[in-house]
């Protein structure tokens, strides 16, 4: 399966920005959906995850109210609706995946529960 994230930019705070995750290739062996992010200086961490096949969704607290994780089965796209957002938002995000099987609840947010990523996209947040 192959990722590839888009949608970044240059965004003042308090605007907004759509990402999008095109998956392609064996799009039926990825049940679930994750957004990562990657500040300089910093470790990469969970922002939102996605069940493809399912309703649920999961959000970093940090986020939580502001973005908004879907996904379109039709367009094998994941979306990260992103609204007020932050300097802090500012960041290098990804789109991962995990091949054959679903995630466990408990490790939805961790990037060890991920083996397919995409080339990430800047987001940049003027103050």
């Known amino acids: 399966v192959q990722l590839q994230a888009s949608g970044g930019g240059l965004v003042q705070a308090g605007g907004s920005l759509r990402l999008s995750c095109l998956i392609s290739g064996r799009t039926w062996n990825s049940p679930d959906m994750g957004w990562f992010r990657q500040a300089p200086g910093k470790e990469r961490e969970f922002v939102a995850a996605i069940r493809w096949n399912g309703d649920n969704s999961y959000y970093a607290d940090s986020v939580k109210g502001r973005f908004t994780i879907s996904r379109d089965k039709a367009k094998n796209t994941v979306y990260l609706q992103m609204n007020s957002l932050k300097p802090e938002d500012t960041a290098v995000y990804y789109c991962?995946?995990?091949?054959?099987?679903?995630?466990?609840?408990?490790?939805?947010?961790?990037?060890?529960?991920?083996?397919?990523w995409g080339q990430g996209t800047q987001v940049t947040v003027s103050s």
């Open positions: 991962a995946t995990r091949q054959g099987s679903r995630i466990i609840s408990s490790m939805i947010a961790s990037q060890r529960a991920y083996d397919s």
